[in-house]
């Protein structure tokens, strides 16, 4: 997925020269190529995050669209007043590519675990968050990202995710794609737990549930009709995300259905990791496993809440 | 501790011609109208913006979007009375906006803002911004060869933050001669002087190390600021840093070198009459 959006942004930048690659310190090589071709346009300009943001502000007030790219935690954590203050307040069209969105360098540890990245990126106005799942669909994400007026927060997971997108369903910012019909239970997920719900919707399927799958690649603009749907046609609406239970995807589909719904609200069941910081190493997998993210406990997760669900339980929660 | 120059002594005693003392009226008849306003901050830096806005930057009020325009960002965005001041003066908005300044439907908030400001290139306030906006503007203008040039006046209170740093390096490794940082050196931020509250001696060895061709100038000195000003860049292939020596709510004795005016509520019967002695009535 990584090397995938790189990719776009030397496609981007040769069809439009509007569009900059600003790194602080990317591994050795990223977008060699396009170092070569556009070399005034592939910038390195090191470990100063909170300068790299005011610099692709000022770079975006005259006309160009900087992409800016750099490890999810240091792109939103070390620089968020600039990214608020220079980008959201100015609503200048600078991408941030955040490599290692939610787990994906577990072995490096908490510094490195953005888990509360989407909370503080979609709190910001004028802030558009997008999760893809898969390289196909940041390829496509990527080509949606050109004339988007306004900053946008793009998470990306690790590379190698099993690609379950399809290039039918498009991609069009802000509208969440129906990959499953609802059912029993609708689960909406973005980034990759989409490859987990398929894979738990499978396994429900074999018991005799019918799981839909929303997936909400873009978590702000959060799609509500799309989602009001989806609603109106199941007993128990699930989330999953690879994020800490505020702040995320659950919770703005929380407030998005108190908002509209109001006391008609559907049985719900968020499933997060949990409000700490992972003290676990080990693999991205390895981790969302241990926090009963993994298709089985997901799928087991569902069940049980269904039946709870049957005894008039409103809202429910577990992470 | 902080070293003795001729300009900061030339600062403190050199006197100000009825331009400046208009535009210091102009400065506290707002604070006098919002009952509040960052006073002393704005006073220290009022040559340095009438030079700007008078006699160096290329712009034009009736077209203040123009994409050749000199660009100028007020990174200490507490010194905006100074700006509004200038700006309302040479004719981007009505002067009488500047008696609104805070009000609820006013142009002109307690820090400037772009758009709502005509003449305001970025908003600031929080401080440590301005620096990386203006390398930004500046590699632009390389990058789409145009000849317009870039301001940045920076507080130095305000280059206690790190931001300031990483930026002066960018410009250096891009070799930004089109940008100019202008540091308002009064030596006292908020709670008192520079000197006790982070120490940023030796100011123009710093910059100096980190690539920038420095001047040295009383900032008070509109003969002075001038001449400097119009011989940017000194180095070619580099960008400029310009310690204005000046001092903190100049031309008003009350307030001179006194932290208590950093920011000022409402003004008593007895300082508006030290004002009027000082600037003249208002």
Same mark, same amino acid.
């Given at each position: 997925m990584r090397n995938t959006a790189m990719n776009m942004v030397h496609k981007l930048a040769a069809r439009d020269e509007r569009v900059l690659y600003i790194g602080s310190d990317p591994g050795a090589g990223t977008l060699r190529n396009m170092s070569k071709e556009f070399p005034k346009r592939h910038l390195i300009e090191g470990i100063s995050e909170a300068h790299i943001i005011g610099m692709s502000a000022g770079l975006a007030m005259e006309g160009f669209v900087p992409y800016v790219n750099t490890i999810a935690t240091f792109l939103t954590r070390r620089c968020y007043e600039q990214v608020a203050v220079d980008l959201c307040l100015h609503n200048l069209p600078v991408r941030l590519i955040a490599n290692g969105g939610g787990l994906v360098y577990a072995p490096l540890g908490p510094t490195h675990q953005a888990i509360e990245d989407i909370a503080i990126m979609r709190a910001l106005p004028n802030m558009t968050v997008i999760c893809p799942c898969d390289a196909d669909e940041a390829a496509r994400m990527m080509e949606q990202t050109l004339d988007w007026k306004g900053p946008i927060y793009i998470r990306l997971g690790k590379g190698g995710d099993a690609v379950v997108s399809k290039a039918e369903h498009g991609f069009e910012i802000g509208k969440a794609i129906l990959m499953r019909p609802p059912g029993d239970v609708v689960m909406v997920t973005t980034g990759i737990m989409l490859q987990r719900a398929l894979a738990a919707a499978d396994l429900l399927a074999a018991q005799g549930i019918r799981a839909g799958i929303l997936h909400?690649?873009?978590?702000?603009?959060?799609?509500t009709e799309a989602l009001l749907q989806a609603v109106r046609a199941t007993r128990l609406l699930v989330t999953l995300e690879e994020h800490v239970p505020s702040g995320g995807l659950g919770s703005a589909v929380a407030e998005t259905l108190i908002d509209k719904l109001g006391s008609g609200l559907p049985a719900m069941l968020r499933l997060s990791l949990p409000d700490r910081f992972m003290h676990n190493y080990g693999s991205q997998d390895s981790l969302l496993k241990k926090h009963g993210l993994s298709a089985n406990a997901i799928a087991t997760s569902i069940e049980h809440a269904l039946v709870a669900s049957r005894t008039a339980s409103p809202q429910l929660h577990s992470t | 501790m902080i070293q003795t120059s001729p300009h900061a002594e030339a600062a403190l005693t050199c006197t100000l011609d009825e331009r400046s003392l208009y535009l210091r009226r102009l400065v506290l008849g707002s604070v006098r109208s919002a009952g509040r306003g960052h006073v002393g901050p704005a006073l220290s830096l009022i040559e340095m913006v009438r030079v700007l806005y008078d006699d160096v930057l290329r712009i034009d009020p009736k077209n203040p979007?123009?994409?050749n325009r000199d660009r100028a960002i007020l990174?200490?965005?507490?010194?905006?009375l100074a700006l509004y001041a200038l700006l309302a003066d040479r004719g981007f908005f009505p002067l009488s906006e500047l008696d609104g300044f805070c009000g609820p439907d006013s142009i002109l908030g307690g820090h400037p803002e772009y758009g709502m400001v005509p003449g305001v290139e970025a908003s600031t306030?929080? #401080?440590?911004h301005g620096l990386s906006i203006g390398v930004g503007l500046a590699l632009a203008a390389r990058m789409r060869e145009r000849s317009y040039r870039t301001f940045v006046l920076l507080g130095d209170g305000e280059i206690n933050e790190g931001s300031v740093w990483e930026a002066a390096m960018g410009a250096a490794k891009h070799g930004l001669d089109n940008l100019v940082a202008l540091i308002d050196?009064?030596? #006292?931020q908020s709670y008192g002087p520079t000197d006790y509250v982070l120490p940023l001696e030796p100011l123009a060895d710093k910059w100096r190390s980190f690539g920038f061709a420095v001047q040295e100038v009383n900032g008070h000195d509109v003969g002075a600021l001038r001449t400097v000003l119009k011989q940017v860049p000194p180095v070619a292939g580099k960008p400029t840093a310009i310690i204005c020596h000046t001092v903190k709510g100049k031309g008003l004795p009350a307030a001179e070198s006194n932290a208590d005016w950093h920011h000022k509520n409402k003004l008593s019967d007895s300082e508006l009459d030290a004002i009027r002695v000082a600037v003249g009535d208002f």
């Amino acid at each position: 997925m990584r090397n995938t959006a790189m990719n776009m942004v030397h496609k981007l930048a040769a069809r439009d020269e509007r569009v900059l690659y600003i790194g602080s310190d990317p591994g050795a090589g990223t977008l060699r190529n396009m170092s070569k071709e556009f070399p005034k346009r592939h910038l390195i300009e090191g470990i100063s995050e909170a300068h790299i943001i005011g610099m692709s502000a000022g770079l975006a007030m005259e006309g160009f669209v900087p992409y800016v790219n750099t490890i999810a935690t240091f792109l939103t954590r070390r620089c968020y007043e600039q990214v608020a203050v220079d980008l959201c307040l100015h609503n200048l069209p600078v991408r941030l590519i955040a490599n290692g969105g939610g787990l994906v360098y577990a072995p490096l540890g908490p510094t490195h675990q953005a888990i509360e990245d989407i909370a503080i990126m979609r709190a910001l106005p004028n802030m558009t968050v997008i999760c893809p799942c898969d390289a196909d669909e940041a390829a496509r994400m990527m080509e949606q990202t050109l004339d988007w007026k306004g900053p946008i927060y793009i998470r990306l997971g690790k590379g190698g995710d099993a690609v379950v997108s399809k290039a039918e369903h498009g991609f069009e910012i802000g509208k969440a794609i129906l990959m499953r019909p609802p059912g029993d239970v609708v689960m909406v997920t973005t980034g990759i737990m989409l490859q987990r719900a398929l894979a738990a919707a499978d396994l429900l399927a074999a018991q005799g549930i019918r799981a839909g799958i929303l997936h909400m690649h873009t978590v702000k603009p959060l799609d509500t009709e799309a989602l009001l749907q989806a609603v109106r046609a199941t007993r128990l609406l699930v989330t999953l995300e690879e994020h800490v239970p505020s702040g995320g995807l659950g919770s703005a589909v929380a407030e998005t259905l108190i908002d509209k719904l109001g006391s008609g609200l559907p049985a719900m069941l968020r499933l997060s990791l949990p409000d700490r910081f992972m003290h676990n190493y080990g693999s991205q997998d390895s981790l969302l496993k241990k926090h009963g993210l993994s298709a089985n406990a997901i799928a087991t997760s569902i069940e049980h809440a269904l039946v709870a669900s049957r005894t008039a339980s409103p809202q429910l929660h577990s992470t | 501790m902080i070293q003795t120059s001729p300009h900061a002594e030339a600062a403190l005693t050199c006197t100000l011609d009825e331009r400046s003392l208009y535009l210091r009226r102009l400065v506290l008849g707002s604070v006098r109208s919002a009952g509040r306003g960052h006073v002393g901050p704005a006073l220290s830096l009022i040559e340095m913006v009438r030079v700007l806005y008078d006699d160096v930057l290329r712009i034009d009020p009736k077209n203040p979007r123009d994409p050749n325009r000199d660009r100028a960002i007020l990174s200490k965005g507490h010194g905006c009375l100074a700006l509004y001041a200038l700006l309302a003066d040479r004719g981007f908005f009505p002067l009488s906006e500047l008696d609104g300044f805070c009000g609820p439907d006013s142009i002109l908030g307690g820090h400037p803002e772009y758009g709502m400001v005509p003449g305001v290139e970025a908003s600031t306030g929080a #401080l440590g911004h301005g620096l990386s906006i203006g390398v930004g503007l500046a590699l632009a203008a390389r990058m789409r060869e145009r000849s317009y040039r870039t301001f940045v006046l920076l507080g130095d209170g305000e280059i206690n933050e790190g931001s300031v740093w990483e930026a002066a390096m960018g410009a250096a490794k891009h070799g930004l001669d089109n940008l100019v940082a202008l540091i308002d050196y009064n030596k #006292l931020q908020s709670y008192g002087p520079t000197d006790y509250v982070l120490p940023l001696e030796p100011l123009a060895d710093k910059w100096r190390s980190f690539g920038f061709a420095v001047q040295e100038v009383n900032g008070h000195d509109v003969g002075a600021l001038r001449t400097v000003l119009k011989q940017v860049p000194p180095v070619a292939g580099k960008p400029t840093a310009i310690i204005c020596h000046t001092v903190k709510g100049k031309g008003l004795p009350a307030a001179e070198s006194n932290a208590d005016w950093h920011h000022k509520n409402k003004l008593s019967d007895s300082e508006l009459d030290a004002i009027r002695v000082a600037v003249g009535d208002f």
